[in-house]
T-cell receptor
Framework: NAGVTQTPKFQVLKTGQSMTLQCAQD?????MSWYRQDPGMGLRLIHY???????DQGEVPNGYNVSRSTTEDFPLRLLSAAPSQTSVYFC??????????????FGPGTRLTVT | RKEVEQDPGPFNVPEGATVAFNCTYS??????FFWYRQDCRKEPKLLMS???SGNEDGRFTAQLNRASQYISLLIRDSKLSDSATYLC????????????????FGQGTILTVHP
């Protein structure tokens, strides 16, 4: 199993550009989440999904869209990049309701800089 | 007040020392508790879950005090390889498991173990 994969690893955008951060997991996990990590702020939840076709907002959803058309994939779209979105983005997945494990498995992260 | 609060440190300890981290959470409805470890520029990884009865995994002991709403992590016989940021994580849970994927992270405590 590859676990949780994210692409790209690094990205530089200009203000106003849009892009999609890709996330995929091969563990058949129901739950997937996107976090951003900023110095001194810890990880903050952007959006999450409890299954294919179901998504919801987290703590800091503004400026981001998500979709979950399959169990495996959970892309995060930046609509119009702003310098405030410069951050490290982590995707995570976990087993889901009924599972004995609440452990979240994280991808390696995408380091995004918006100039 | 932050939902999950940790002393950011840094804690600088010699090899072999015992070090303890505390974390407080504000939501009394929180259901699941974890310690994650994050190495520099890497993704967080689960270190251990925290149970009401306390639990131990080798040199690591985690305890939960629901009445006081705090969680602790004790590391005995510190190794150089224990140097990392330790994240206190809380899952608020919710009706129907809809909050299953929504973890709240503390900002992390930095530990440096020196020779």
């Amino acid at each position: 199993n590859a676990g949780v994969t994210q692409t790209p690893k690094f990205q530089v955008l200009k203000t106003g550009q849009s892009m999609t951060l890709q996330c995929a997991q091969d563990m058949n996990h129901e739950y997937m989440s996107w976090y951003r990590q900023d110095p001194g702020m810890g990880l903050r939840l952007i959006h999450y999904s409890v299954g294919a076709g179901i998504t919801d907002q987290g703590e800091v959803p503004n400026g981001y869209n998500v979709s979950r058309s399959t169990t495996e994939d959970f892309p995060l779209r930046l609509l119009s990049a702003a310098p405030s979105q410069t951050s490290v983005y982590f995707c995570a997945s976990s087993g889901g309701q009924g599972s004995s494990s609440y452990e979240q498995y994280f991808g390696p992260g995408t380091r995004l800089t918006v100039t | 007040r932050k939902e999950v609060e940790q002393d950011p440190g840094p804690f600088n300890v010699p090899e072999g020392a015992t070090v303890a981290f505390n974390c407080t959470y504000s939501n009394s409805a929180s259901q699941s508790f974890f310690w994650y470890r994050q190495d520099c520029r890497k993704e967080p990884k689960l270190l251990m879950s925290v149970y009401s009865s306390g639990n131990e995994d080798g040199r690591f002991t985690a305890q939960l005090n629901r009445a006081s709403q705090y969680i602790s992590l004790l590391i005995r016989d510190s190794k150089l390889s224990d140097s990392a940021t330790y994240l206190c994580v809380v899952n608020r849970g919710g009706a129907g498991g809809t909050s299953y994927g929504k973890l709240t992270f503390g900002q992390g405590t930095i530990l440096t173990v020196h020779p």
